[in-house]
């Protein structure tokens, strides 16, 4: 990756760290995950609503490092409106991109803005704060595949 190049996906890092989209919990909810990174600290609580196998309701709120809170900022313009495969898909091709150790650039077309962490991969230490947002969403989505909701305490139906 061309040292100009680096340069704008920091900046664009930096811009979605202090942007913060989609920050805040949703009332309206499936699935909710807290997840921390005992490393560091970082902290994210996701909550996600499905309606028809499309994610039509995306929030959070966290705390951490530009990273980490620009990777929920990244997420949370990706996976709403997207069909769970399609949002499964991205989430895997993300995790590739993490574990490419700096020589994957990702698919732009497939994860937008997050390929912008291309060069995070590089920092094993700092791909866990990436991946933080990524995994809670993925706890989302394995409650609801397991009909939990709450962090993960069974419906009270």
Not at 17 to 30: H, Q, T, Y
Not at 48 to 55: C, M, P, R, T, Y
Not at 108 to 122: M, Q, T
Not at 136 to 148: F, M, P, S, T
Request: aromatic share 6%.
């Amino acid at each position: 990756m061309s040292g100009a190049l680096d340069g704008l996906y920091q900046q664009l890092i930096l811009e979605h760290a202090k942007r913060r989209d989609g920050e805040g919990l949703i009332d309206d909810f499936d699935a909710e995950r807290f997840d921390r990174n005992p490393t560091c600290g970082d902290e994210i609580r996701m909550r996600i609503k499905v309606e028809d196998g499309i994610i039509t309701g995306f929030g959070w709120e966290g705390d951490g490092c530009s990273i980490s809170q620009a990777s929920a900022s990244v997420l949370a313009g990706i996976a709403p409106g997207l069909m769970r495969d399609d949002l499964e898909t991205r989430i895997d091709a993300f995790r590739t991109l993490m574990r490419s150790r700096g020589t994957g650039e990702g698919d732009e077309e497939l994860l937008e803005d997050a390929v912008a962490f291309a060069g995070v991969s590089k920092f094993p230490m700092r791909v866990k704060c990436a991946m933080l947002s990524w995994t809670a969403l993925e706890g989302c989505l394995q409650q609801i595949d397991a009909g939990q909701t709450d962090a993960g305490q069974p419906d009270a139906q």
